[in-house]
């Protein structure tokens, strides 16, 4: 997919795969009927690594890198992630806010041109439930990332075996490729 398309989405779907020793994750253009549509982009995570790093590549051949993030220091609980394109070039970057995530998750997503944009976790209730309850770990969460008090981006945890999660945009200026990176990272770093 040509970076100007991709732009101009304002909704795509991200679903991770299962496997053993990686975590995968697939993204996918919405079809007319809501389903998943065309292959947008194919990232891939080693587990267990010391320093964070997930590369974002153009499909699941993993021929062509896409984008990528990586974690700034090694093992920080409050980590920064610097968000770049296929040739290193910045993109933006997005951290977690160690100390309001003890209760509801808390991220900040920067990108130049932009004012700083906070995610949180949309309920209080569940975040609570899926901190302190382990059998209600797996419960879907709802992120709304805002700038200004404005609507930027949400990310939606759907129902199911396998994480799934809605991605909708509702600021045009805001970088697809940052917001595909900050969902991701949401799934794969959240429990850190």
């Known amino acids: 997919m040509q970076l100007d398309s991709l732009q101009h989405l304002r909704q ?3 679903r991770q795969r299962i496997r053993m020793m990686v975590n995968q994750y697939e993204v996918h253009s919405v079809a007319p009927d809501g389903s998943e549509g065309e292959l947008l982009a194919f990232a891939q995570q080693k ?5 964070e790093q997930v590369t974002i590549y153009t499909d699941d051949s993993k021929q062509h890198p896409l984008l990528g993030f990586k974690a700034r ?3 920080d609980l ?4 610097d968000v770049t394109d296929h040739a290193g070039n910045a993109i933006g970057l997005f951290r977690k806010d160690f100390a309001q995530s003890l209760l509801r998750s808390t991220w900040h997503v920067e990108q130049a041109g932009l004012p700083q944009i906070t995610g949180q976790e949309r309920s209080l209730p569940v975040a609570l439930l899926r901190r302190f309850v382990d059998s209600l770990s797996w419960l879907p969460y709802h992120f709304d990332f ?4 404005q609507p930027v981006f949400s990310v939606v945890k759907k129902w199911g075996l396998r994480d799934r999660y809605v991605v909708e945009v509702q600021n045009p200026q805001i970088d697809r490729r940052l917001v595909i990176a900050m969902a991701i990272g949401l799934d794969a ?4």
């Open 12 to 14: 795509f779907h991200i």
């Open 47 to 51: 587990r267990l690594a010391f320093k």
């Open 73 to 75: 220091q090694r093992l």
């Open 78 to 81: 409050g980590a920064t992630y």
């Open 146 to 149: 805002t700038a200004g008090g």
């Open 189 to 192: 770093l959240q429990s850190r």
